[in-house]
Every structure is written in structure tokens, then in C-alpha cells.
């Protein structure tokens, strides 16, 4: 089996998840550079992983012993970084999004597909066990054509106003998984979107100009349609289902539970609370994720998240946005 | 226990079916006369039953030792029927729609207000054990405020063409009970509609002028949001879940299933089918609208689905058509 | 469709609602006539009903133009009633047990034999839905060969302590209903059984001589092995559930419950109670099982559950007795 | 926080997972030597996780730099080398069971005991998210006093005849986790089996002196019952389920799935398979058992799984043999 020589840059909390990830998949990857511009613990990291050489600066990695890169510095660095790791010839996995420009995005994909490198994108829930298991049916043609694609996307709680902030908005910093995921579920494109706001769970955000609750009505151009809800406050945990209904049949995911105990009271039955937050819920899927970027790199097949994904994610959000403000569909 | 003697105009499929369940209501009903005007067994039924009084005339139903009388005849007839058992005293129950013209509808309701008999609306599906279990969660606080209102329905197989040709479309046809149920589990009233459509399951439905597939996307006056999807075809049965999310936490309903038995096989678990169509579905529905119908007229109380509702789906269902004319959100 | 004339025998709780399921089944029975020694509103009843004849003696049911009778009667009259009917040549519907000592019972078998009547007997859950669906799995060979039978069966609340001193024990009054289950579920006869039991839930109960907690483990004519489990107080509702194992895979049931709603909330999910106890557990197979008595009675086909299912129950019932006092197996 | 040396003593397939496992767990423990006297890679091995020591003698290991050990070497080492680790002063961490000789397990707890050294037996099934939430409901008195104690444990194929050959039956090399499992979720001990037994898989594991389908039932020092069932061949996959029933309701697990997504064709509803077997139900449990092991040494408390309940599954697991054999309850 070929070992695949890693670097990571960028070790912040998403970035330390990824080595410790990486370093469990001993057969396929040897993580041999890591940087991070701000990180006070990176020489620590780098012992405890057995990791030779760690540098502020990504460049550094790149000119270091690596066949590829992960991506998990800040959103605004991505474009360069990705740049940079093309130009070296390295393949590449990047947490989204690649950018908020879409013109700028453009451009990244260009250069990364002039250098012939692999892209691969962090919408991390495309390697759910349950999504994963919906988009096989759709695939292999089980439930027929596709008719009606759903997405229920809630988080726990709502992120700090300084996040809201400067998120770009529910559906840049939210939905833009769910954009994603109703592509992936119902293997066609989104062609327009209708979106319905609403600050229901904390007047504080819509103070701060943003929504807390959506509800976007999509078209698709194999002719289905979808919908896609999201609430920043799920007080139950982090509700994650969705469901592709066709013309033969239908599938959907529950929500996991963190166990299958039923506890039978004279007030009814009780069933285990869901996983509170992603870190809980998709933990698989962050190493899952790393799995298929192994096999794209040694097979040279496409990743099941391309730029293209990531670039279509960031227009999908976009639109909704501007539906929202002109109360209107958008087309795409 | 009081018994009402109640008459039964119109004795179709459905009448014949409120006939025995009303008959089985032995405690609180006496069914004394009926009338249809071309129903060939009417005398055998009558006879069946026990009832005295039967005849081609809905005329002398109401003229008939009766309190209350069940209209289940053509809608077309629902408006002058109504009219007439309300000027004559009688505690109506009719199916739905009250019509399908919205200003006649206001006068109907104005007959009926004016001599205070009560008029219950055959939205069956409140009755149901499921979104009344639902219902009740929002009412009693249980769930919050509620935020997101979502329902589902398919049905298992297409109506006639030729009924597709004079139904009115899939809003007034099939969606009118989900836009009750929404008004009905919200708890509040839709200020708000867009549609989307398309013709997925059977081309010829598109060339009679309808579609077989619908996602519509709602607001509330109480701030929130819903939608809802229908197919004219699920493979697999007749499709029928609800959800309301809120602010501390979410009800929804599973359909039900023929048996609760699980069988595991070599290729995995196998679920019962869930019941066909409406008969089997919503069966004990027909009966307990009875027994609240029963209670409305002893109580003197508001029925579970009034005149009011009754006219609001009309209005929704509307709303709703216009809007996939127009392609742009409809306000109410 | 031919209808069946049917007169009623012992008027009780259980006969006033087979009454009532027989004359809502109006296309297959006509009820002629009712009898019972002790019950005042007999008249009234017969009156309700519209049923021509009404005695305190069973004889004038016998002898009055009918051509089945349901046996509701008190236990201790089974035997002689079912003799009388079966030389008047009325085909019989009757309630478990046939009797309580073995030698009678098999008279009673042979009287029915050799005037050649229909003997069903009142083992309801044969008729569930859910057992109905696990029996079928096994009949027709989806599930291989039985290995292991296993039934879970509890009552909400214990019995009065008078009944407790004269119902013969928890597996005469109680168990009996399983003993016939596995028999059912298992396609074969239960050869040996070995019975543990407990007084956990009333320790007046043990003072009364009996338990009120049990397990038997069982061994089958076909080599399988199964075991029941019986509580007489589960305080969250009557549970009521079955499981087959086999060569090729296994069928078992959930309890049925009153919604399919699913609340969550921040402690986690909420599930609607299970019926609480066999009138509203086994509604629909009060209904079925005289369906099912018509459909022999017209076919002239063997009952569901026939005398012989009657005898061996009672029999089980004993020899788990024999086992829990000598705490040893008892072979059939 | 403190890390723990650890030696790994036996490198096969339990062992090598243990290695990856707890090489995982860098915050908690570092490997520092490791011993198997036949696996060729060891030095591969060594290499792969940085681990400094290895050697094809034990001794190495407890003379090495180590505070605690993990044992998994073939069944007959396990008292000797327990017994050296401990006189060495190591915690142990040792794989089921630690002998078949009840006298010579005694021996060994004692020189564990005198040494003052914890010993953890790999019961791994207590760590699992589903039994031990079972037994958390029963030890924080949620269900009440525990009446009814079931296992449902069910292999997916029966091991080869040369395993079954020398096992020492399916109660020693099978049951024995339930014997355990049952120990840990009544809270209780087991007072008295009752053991039946049949061959209905394969006639060649009857002919090699053993069964392949067991039911026990089981008497409890807090007067429960209980009763396990078990296959060697459940086709559907490794079925492992487990409930308790008490004096205020009853908790039960289902088994979990590879993913929640409910398939719904036209022939009814479709889940998803149960993990295939042992590794991959229970592949959080390997981890669990070492995290619950660090905090014992971390902390200085009694284990999970103690080195008398080691004792307590073979002496269980050697009663139902006995019982098997003479057709009667064997009391412990």
C-alpha cells in the first residue's frame, strides 16, 4: 500500500482534528510538515505526532517533503494557499470554502486544473453513513427518478454575534452544507431557489442584519423539486435528516441516537438524545473524508467533492440570499 | 346519554361509510332518515340500518324527525344544502369543500351564523391519532413557540384523468387537506404562499392542464414558517407525515404501518407496507369526527373544524394555484 | 353473501362486546337471539340490537332459529354448553378455557367431533395483526426453520386478590394465552417446559399461593427451543410482544402504540404510551376472529383456533405448574 | 494529564487492534514494549508506532519501561503471565477469560490481590454505548427494582469445527459474555441456570459434541429471573440486544444499524444491515475499555470488569454445561 506524504496548514481546531485523523490512517498517510502562523503548540504537535519538520509559514510545507496538502487555515487564505499548492503540484484537500468571491473562485479552479492537481472540497456530510446511503439509492437507480429531494439541517445553538457578524449570513455560513447536500442527493443541479426568512429564535440576529430560521424552495434540472429548512436552535441536539423521494420509492435518514436504548416509563417511552453538535454527529465522516481523498490521490479519480462542488455551494448560497432580499425567485 | 336523531343526505361511497359508522355510535346517534337521489339500494340500506325514513328527496330528510343531518352529497349541491338544513334548525356535518367559490362560501356561512346551528367541516384528518397527538403538543405549549410546520403527502396512484379534468388542480383537489392541517397544527393563520409544480409522475396530467407534484413554502402570522409536498404517486402507499418544530423542541408522526413487525433477512431489516389509501388510513378518523361531532351539539361548543376552516382552505388552495400561475409569492 | 343467524350465550363484559362487533358485522351475522341468567338490561339490549329473542335460560338460544352461538358464559359452564349446542348441531364460538380439568375437556372434543360442529375458542391474539404477521413468516418459509419462539407478555396492573385465589394460578389464567401463542408461532407442539417463578411485584399475591412473575422455558416437537416471560405488572402499559428465529432470518413485533408521534425535547425523545391494556390492545381482534368464525362456518374449513388448541393450552398451563412445584422439566 | 507506559503482551489479531487503539489514545497512554514469541512483523510493527522495545519474550515487556500491561496472548498463558505482571507490580488489562480452571483463577486473583495491582478483565461488551446505558437505568434506579433480566446474543456464522473442537462449547466460548452481560445489568448475581440446548444449525457441530442453539434461564440473589438465548448462525448478522424489566418500567436496546435510512418501495419498508460481526459492533468497546482502564489506574478504582467477575462468567459458563448435561437446575 502506497503512503501518501501529508502536510497540514493551518492547525487550529479544525486543523488538529485532521492530524489526529490522519495520523490514525498509518496506512495510508505520513503527515511529514505541518505550519500554522499563530499556533503557540506546534513544536508539541509536531513531537507528539512524530512529525518532522513545523513552520509559520506554509511555504514551508510546500517546499517540504509532502505529495499533498489539507487546508484548514482561515476562509480569506484559502484562495492563495490553494494557489501556491497547485503551483507546486501538490494535490489538495481544502476546507470550504475555497472563497466568498465567486470570480475569485473561478480563477482557483483554474489554476488548479491547469496544474492538474486534485481538489478536493470539506463538505465533510457528503461521507455521512446515512446521506452516503440515500445518494447510493438515487445512484443505482432503487427509488427511480428523483421527484422530491428534503433537507432538515438545525443546529443546537446559535453562534456568538460576533460570528454573525461577519458570517456572510444563515445561508453562507449554514445552509451552504445543505446547498451542497441536495446536489449531491439528488445527482442534478439547482437551477433556481425561492427563500423564506425569519428571526424567530433570537431578535439579537436580526438585529446584526442576519436571519435565524429559513425555509428555501429549489428547482432542479432534472425537473424535481426540493426544499431545505434550517433553524439555528434545535434545543433536542443537532437534527441532520434528509430524504429523496422517486418514482419508484423514497428514502430517508433518521437522526442517530447516541445509543438504540428504549426506556419504556408509565409516561411512555424514552429514547437517547441525538449527538449534540458535529463534532458528535460526523465524527466518521472526518475521517471518511480522508479515506476517498487517499483513493482519489492513488487511483487519479475524481473527488466526491470537486472545486466545482465548492464553487457551486457558494453561488447556491448567494442566490438565496438574494431571494430573500427581493422576495422573488432567483434562477441560476 | 342524549341521543341524536341525525339524517344522512347523499349516500354515495362516503355517505354509505358515515352511515355505518354512525350506526355503530349506538350511545349517541339514531340515524332516521336518509336520501339520495339516485342510489338504487336506498331502500336496503334503510332497512339494513333501522331507518324509517328514506327517500330521493334531501327535502324530507330536514322536514324528517332529525337534529342534525350529514351532508355528503355532490359539492356542487353542498351550498344550497347547507342553506336549507341551516333555515330548518338542523346541527350540520358536511364534507368538504363548502364550495368552491369563495364569496358564495361567505354566504353560506352567514345563513349558517345567523341561525346559530352549528356546522362541522369533513376535514377528517384532524381527527387522526397522529396530528391530533401533534395538535395537541403545540396547544399545551409542549413544543414553544412554534417555528417550522412541515407536511407530507403522497398518494399511492393518480386519480381518473377524468376527474383531473374537473377537480380544480392539485391544490383543490389533494393539497386543500394539507393546507387545513397546517392552519390546524400551526395553531395560527397562513399570511403567505408560493408554489412550485411540476408534471414527474405522468405527462398526460400536464397536458389536461395540472400538475402531479407540489412543494409549497408558507408563512404564518404568528412569524412562522412551513411547507409542504404532495405527489399524486408514492409506490410504496399513501404518504401522510407531519412535523412542527418550536422553540423547545419538535413533534412528528411516522406514518403507520399495517404491523409492527420487523423482519430480518440476509439483505436486511423489512418493515410492513403502510395502509394503502385514505379508507385504511384515516378509518378511524370517520368515526371519531362523529363522536366530536356528537359532542359539539350536546356541549354546545365550537366544532374541530368550523365554517371558518372550511372557507380559509378554499382561499388557500387559491393562493396557492395562483401563485404557480404567477411564479411569485402570494399574500392572503 | 350468505348471513350467518348467531345467538349470544352468557352476556358479561365480554359478551356485550362480542354483541357489539357481531352487529357491526352486518353482511355476515344476524343476531337472533341472546341469553344470560343474571344480566338485568338483557331486554334493552335486545331492544338496541333490534334482536328478536331474549332468555335467562341458554336452552331457548339453542332452540330458537339460529345456526351458530358464541359461548360467553361463565368457565364452569363451557363444557355443558358446548355439549348442548354441538347435539343441537349449532356451530360454536367459545370463550379459553373449555374447562379446567383435562378428561372433561376431551369429552367435551369428542361430543363436538362426532356431531360434527365447528368448535373455534376464543384465543383473540392469534387474530392480531402483528402475531398474525409473524405466523405467516413462519407458514410460508420466509423466515426457515424455527429455531427459537420467544414471547414477552405483561399486564399493566395485577388481578384482585379474589380473583387471584380462584383463577387456578398465573399460568392457568394468564400464561395460557402465551402457551397457545408459541404454539401458534411455532407451527409445531411444545413437548417439554421448565417454569421459574417469582413473587416480585405484591408479596400478597405469594401469600395467595401464587407468583406474579415467570419465566418457562420451552422445548418444541420440531427441535426448536423457546421461552415466555410473564410480569403481572409492567406500569407502562400491556406488553405484548413476539420473535421467531430461524434458519433464514427472524420476524418479531414492537408493541403497538397510540401515535406514531415523536417528541423531542432537550432531555431527549418522547414516545406515545402502549395500550393500556387488552380491550384497547386487542380491539381489532375481537372483530377479526368472528370474521374469521364466519369465513369457517361458510368454507366449512378448519377454525384458527380449534377444541384441540382449547386441550392443549389447559395442558401447558398444568404442566408449567408441575414444573415451578417440583423445579424440575415436565415432558408432554 | 498523565500518560501511562504500557506493554502489550501477544501481538495477534486482539493484540494488534489493541495496539492501534490505544496508540490512538496519545493523551492517555504511550506503548513502550511489546511481545509475541511467533508474529514475524513485530518489528514492523514496533517501527509503525514508534514503540521502543519488542521481543518474542513477555519478561521483556515487564522488565521493560512499563507501569501497566495488556494481555492477549493464547487463553493457557494468561494465569502465568498475570501472575508475573502482577508480581512485578503491573496493572493488567487481561483478554477473557483468564482460565478454564476455576482453582487456578482463584490463584491468580489471590497473587493480584496480594500484590495490590488492579487487574481488568476484556469484558469489552460493558463499554458499549447500548448496555451501558441499560445498566445505568438500573444501577440510578430509573426502572426500579429488576424483575426480568433478557439477552438475545447471536453469532453471524458458527465458528470452524477445528475452533468448536476445542472451545469447550458454546457456553464457555459464547455464552459466556451474556453470563456476564446478565451479571452487569441485573446488578446481581446468579444464583441458579437451567440449561437448555439443541443442535438445529449444523448436525457436524452435534456430532463434535457440541450445540449451536441454547436457551438458559437464570435466577438472580435479588430474586429476578432472566433468560438468554443463543445462535451460532443468525444470517442477518451479529444480533445483540439486552433488556431489563423492573418494578418501574423496563429498558431494552435494539440493535444498532449501519446507517438510519429507511428505504420505502412498493413491497413495504427496507432498513439497512446490522453489523456483520464482533469487530464492527463492537469496535467503540475496544476503546472504551482502555480509556476506563487509564482512569482506574489514574484514580486508583476497582475496574469495570474486576478480575471476579472473570472468575464469576467461567464458573456460570461451567454450570449451564452441567445442567445441560443432567437435564436439571444447577444451583451456584
Known amino acids: 500500500m502506497v503512503k501518501i506524504k501529508i502536510g497540514v496548514i493551518g492547525v487550529g481546531r479544525i486543523g488538529k482534528m485532521h492530524i489526529k485523523n490522519i495520523a490514525n490512517l498509518r496506512d495510508q498517510f505520513e503527515i511529514t510538515a505541518i505550519s500554522d502562523p499563530n499556533n503557540p503548540e506546534l513544536a508539541q504537535i509536531a513531537e507528539d505526532y512524530h512529525i518532522q519538520k513545523f513552520s509559520k509559514d506554509y511555504h514551508d510545507v510546500l517546499s517540504g517533503d509532502v505529495d499533498a496538502v489539507v487546508i484548514a487555515s482561515s476562509t480569506n487564505t484559502h484562495a492563495k494557499i490553494i494557489t501556491a499548492a497547485a ?18 473562485i473561478k480563477k482557483v479552479l483554474k489554476v488548479v486544473d491547469d496544474n492538474g492537481v486534485i ?59 445543505d446547498l451542497d447536500m441536495v446536489r449531491y442527493l439528488s445527482n442534478s443541479e439547482v437551477v433556481e431557489v425561492y427563500a423564506n426568512g425569519a428571526v424567530l429564535v433570537d431578535p439579537e440576529i436580526g438585529k446584526l442584519g442576519d436571519i435565524d430560521t429559513a425555509i428555501v424552495s429549489l428547482k432542479f434540472a432534472n425537473g ?44 411512555g417511552g424514552h429514547l437517547d438524545k441525538i449527538p449534540y453538535f458535529f463534532i458528535d454527529r460526523y465524527v466518521q465522516t472526518y475521517v471518511d473524508e480522508f479515506k476517498e481523498f487517499y483513493k482519489t490521490i492513488v487511483n487519479q479519480t475524481e473527488p466526491i467533492v470537486t472545486g466545482l462542488d465548492g464553487l457551486r455551494a457558494v453561488q447556491l448560497a448567494q442566490a438565496c440570499q438574494k431571494s430573500l432580499e427581493t422576495h422573488e425567485p432567483v434562477k441560476l
Not at 484537500?93 to 466568498?100: A, G, N, R, W, Y
Not at 432503487?142 to 438545525?154: D, E, L, Y
Not at 441532520?240 to 416509563?265: C, H, I, T
Open 87 to 104: 503551483k507546486a503540484g501538490k494535490d489538495i484537500m481544502c476546507e470550504k470554502p475555497i472563497d466568498t468571491d465567486i470570480e475569485r
Open 119 to 177: 481538489l478536493q472540497i470539506g463538505f465533510n456530510r457528503r461521507f455521512d453513513h446515512n446521506f452516503r446511503k440515500i445518494h447510493d439509492y438515487v445512484v443505482d437507480g432503487t427509488i427511480g427518478n428523483p421527484h422530491i429531494i428534503k433537507v432538515s439541517s438545525r443546529d443546537p445553538e446559535p453562534p456568538s454575534y460576533d460570528y454573525v457578524k461577519v458570517s456572510g449570513g444563515l445561508f453562507s455560513d449554514m445552509m451552504i452544507h
Open 224 to 267: 424535481a423539486l426540493g426544499v431545505i429548512d434550517n433553524s439555528r436552535q434545535a434545543v433536542y441536539g443537532y437534527d441532520q435528516r434528509a430524504e429523496v423521494f422517486g418514482s419508484k420509492g423514497q428514502a430517508f435518514s433518521e437522526n442517530d441516537k447516541n445509543s438504540n436504548v428504549e426506556l419504556d416509563l408509565n409516561d
